[in-house]
């Protein structure tokens, strides 16, 4: 395996002293691989937008080691710092324009700052609008652009100093589902034809399904799970896990009346071609009737991952348990006393 571009160790960061003191990230281990895709979720509070500002220092670490492509990024002197954030690209959910500045304008302003000829910046922007698809809209003020073209800008603009690793902070969180899906495509896009590498920093579970290939999961500032979306999908091991990947739970009314009459089981589907027939198929080969009590399922690349939380009836339990896991590409564990 490659050497990792993005190596986080033992991070923590703390904001405050004494009694008042907030540990916001407390000892979180995480490798991103070359040129990947990789998701970090967590419900609010869980101290994602803290992790992805210390990857680039805009946090800077109580303690631990921030590495990005080889560079111990704690110890570099102020100068060569800003010289190393220019291969760290950056996306947020606010869009961050500048008002006054056309949207070519807007792209061609890191490379100013950067000291790039007027003649060359003008020609990259104007390369960067055809990637994000706006070449028609090159002199268009912020006010005249979508929500979705105003983050295409953005990300042109971010782009514009050729970063290898390209943070995304909420990045499409503002925008309705349409829109989310063709900003997705986007990063999607500029990841295979640029190689760069792509953190998705989000709280939407539908936006690491749609592009990322390993997902860390954040609860409280600690590191709940790490792993393959596939893998966190089909059978997530914490209960952070489970609840991002199982959100609504079980009605409570639902559990209530099945609680004395039935055993719970969550089924998980791990990449099977087809999961609709397990309940049809409980009831004709082994004569079972489950209740479905949730689902939350989801078809990846054409193969279906999620779980679904059926009530069993207490005769023929165990006959059903039996053939669920003779099944390939599908678990099974008992929820005892689960409530949602």
């Known amino acids: 395996m490659a050497e990792p571009i993005i190596r986080l160790e033992h991070l923590t960061k703390c904001f405050g002293s004494g009694e008042d003191q907030v540990h916001a990230l407390e000892d979180i281990s995480i490798d991103i691989q070359p040129g990947e895709i990789f998701g970090v979720i967590g419900l609010s509070g869980a101290g994602k937008s803290t992790l992805v500002r210390c990857v680039n220092l805009l946090e800077r670490p109580t303690s631990g080691q921030v590495i990005v492509d080889g560079r111990d990024m704690m110890s570099l002197p102020d100068r060569e710092l800003r010289e190393a954030r220019k291969s760290i690209g950056m996306i947020f959910q606010s869009f961050n324009l500048l008002m006054q500045r056309t949207a070519q304008?807007?792209?061609?302003?890191?490379?100013?700052?950067?000291?790039?000829?007027?003649?060359n910046a003008v020609q990259r922007a104007?390369?960067?609008?055809?990637?994000?698809?706006?070449?028609?809209?090159?002199?268009?003020?912020?006010?005249q652009l979508s929500g979705g073209q105003k983050q295409r800008v953005a990300i042109a603009r971010t782009l514009a100093t050729n970063p290898k690793v390209l943070l995304c902070d909420e990045a499409t969180s503002a925008l309705d589902p349409k829109t989310t899906r063709d900003i997705l495509r986007l990063i999607q896009d500029i990841n295979r034809r640029l190689g760069?590498?792509?953190?998705?920093?989000?709280?939407?579970?539908?936006?690491?399904?749609?592009?990322c290939s390993r997902v860390a999961i954040l609860d409280h500032g600690r590191l709940a799970e790490?792993?393959?979306?596939?893998?966190?999908?089909?059978?997530?091991?914490?209960?952070?896990?489970?609840?991002?990947?199982?959100?609504?739970?079980?009605?409570?009314?639902?559990?209530?009346?099945?609680?004395?009459r039935a055993r719970v089981v969550r089924v998980a589907f791990n990449g099977g071609t087809s999961y609709q027939p397990l309940i049809a198929t409980l009831a004709i080969e082994c004569g079972v009737k489950a209740n479905i009590l949730g689902a939350d399922t989801r078809n990846?690349?054409?193969?279906?991952?999620?779980?679904?939380?059926?009530?069993?009836?207490?005769?023929?339990a165990e006959k059903a348990l039996a053939y669920i896991r003779a099944q390939k590409d599908i678990t099974v564990e008992e929820v005892p006393d689960y409530h949602g």
């Open 105 to 119: 304008d807007n792209i061609c302003f890191p490379m100013e700052l950067a000291g790039v000829p007027r003649r």
């Open 126 to 143: 104007r390369e960067l609008l055809e990637i994000v698809d706006l070449a028609g809209r090159a002199g268009a003020y912020p006010t």
């Open 196 to 211: 760069i590498t792509v953190v998705v920093i989000t709280h939407e579970m539908k936006v690491i399904e749609e592009i």
């Open 226 to 260: 790490t792993g393959t979306v596939e893998e966190v999908f089909a059978s997530p091991k914490t209960e952070a896990g489970r609840r991002l990947v199982y959100p609504d739970g079980v009605p409570p009314e639902v559990l209530s009346t099945a609680a004395d």
């Open 300 to 316: 990846i690349d054409g193969r279906a991952f999620g779980t679904m939380l059926l009530g069993l009836p207490e005769e023929g």
